[in-house]
């Protein structure tokens, strides 16, 4: 585990020196230190160094990791992969954030899992920015309808919205998708005025997503390295 810090602080010397050259603010953009298939003791590792966000894509492997690391209270976790409908209460019960929201069917289930005692769930809506059949999300222009839905649900704060961008070398159709996912949360936030946040951006096109208003970025492989997948679920 001796190269997680300085991975960490690799990360973190980017995304200043991004905030520099896109002439924003210090510490406007949240990393998302993306721990799936790694185990507890590499996020406590990352935890004692300061870093709090963690982003984790498997309902039971994260289930299990936030009792492994009890001892870490103050970590924020965000749910930033598909939740099937059985798994709902755990992200309900447990989760700060969730990135990938997509139906009006999942938030009222959400909705209503919530245990009163806790703030309200924050919750990005998923767009398919791409447009690829594969990935999920909703398309841009059922945005509206979606975004009234949450809206009008308790325990659920509309905070923004996610996307994950074309696996491509190309800037300019990199630029075109995060410039989109930016006006669609200028539109988002005539819907929802708290809506401050926009999660894109991952190893390999941080810079760029900075650039054009990310407020997080999902960073995995660039802090903990190459990722072995098991078969998890």
Partial sequence: MSHLIPNLQAVQAQIAQAEAQAHRPAHSVQLIAVSKTFPADNIRTLYQHGQRHFG??????????THQLA???????????????NKSRLVAEHAHWLHTLDSEKLARRLSNQRPTQLPDLQVLIEINISGDPAKHGIAPEELPALAQAISALPRLNLRGLMCVASNTPNPAELRQQFGQMRQLLAQLQTIAPQADTLSMGMSGDMVLAIECGATM???GSAIFGKRDYPNAA
């Avoid at 984790?56 to 990791?65: A, L, P, R, T, V």
């Fill in 71 to 85: 001892d870490c209270p103050h970590i924020i976790w965000h749910i930033i992969g598909n939740v099937q409908s």
């Fill in 217 to 219: 970025v999902r960073i």
């Fill in 56 to 65: 984790e894509n498997y309902i039971q492997e994260w289930h299990d990791k």
